[in-house]
């Protein structure tokens, strides 16, 4: 499969990629924001790679109208294609039962054990760290990334990390963001406007073409 070939455990041998961030979520769809985030995190912690792992099944929420696991990793491979340093890792649509990102994690130090595993997450979701599964061994098997948007209060997050007794194990990144959302594409897909701004020409072409999200051809088009 084309997927896999790009998931870092089939991509190199762990000698030729020491240190990994991997950037996780539902991509419904993958916006041009996720791409800033893997980049600017890539650039300030100067990972050899990141990757985003889009989720088979997420645990914690339904997927509003998901269009499947294999549509989302597509659209993913489309915002990625000519990034440098970013790729795709198709380990959780690709595993059966709920995707925990611990499991995900466990499984890329497994196959690579000497490389060091950053895990990149929004600052809205580190706040509730404590009620993931096994976030203990999540902390231990990778550093946590926090991307901080407007809004969001540090002091939450790191009210979080410090209950797990984690602290030195959390860094933020400081990089400015993009402002757009999932929800927002698929809102603007459905009303048949443009999201070419939100999720660039690649996926936008992608989602006009399968008509995702209710979109018609005008989802591709730039106003």
Not at 69 to 77: A, G, S
Not at 87 to 103: F, W
């Amino acid at each position: 499969m084309p997927e896999r070939s790009q998931a870092p455990g089939h991509a190199a041998s762990p000698d030729q990629r020491r240190s990994l961030g991997v950037l996780g979520g539902t991509f419904n769809p993958p916006t041009l924001g996720h791409l800033a985030i893997a980049g600017h995190a890539r650039e300030q912690l100067g990972l050899e790679r990141v990757v985003l792992v889009p989720a088979g099944s997420p645990p914690h929420k339904q997927i509003a109208g998901d269009p499947g696991p294999q549509r989302r990793l597509e659209m993913c491979r489309l915002l990625v294609r000519g990034a440098d340093g970013l790729s795709v890792c198709a380990l959780e649509t690709e595993r059966d039962g709920p995707s925990y990102t611990v499991d995900t994690l466990r499984e890329l130090h497994e196959r690579h054990p000497e490389t060091e595993l950053t895990f990149i997450v929004g600052a809205d979701v580190a706040g509730t760290l404590p009620s993931w599964h096994e976030p203990l061994e999540l902390l231990e098997l990778a550093t946590l990334a926090v991307a901080e948007r407007p809004g969001n209060d540090r002091g939450v997050v790191l009210e979080a990390v410090a209950s797990l007794g984690g602290l030195e194990r959390i860094c933020f990144l400081d990089a400015p963001l993009i402002d757009v959302s999932s929800s927002r594409a698929r809102e603007q897909a459905a009303a048949g406007e443009p999201i070419e701004r939100l999720v660039g020409a690649d996926v936008a072409e992608y989602v006009a073409e399968h008509a995702l999200y209710g979109a018609g051809a005008g989802a591709r088009a730039v106003s």
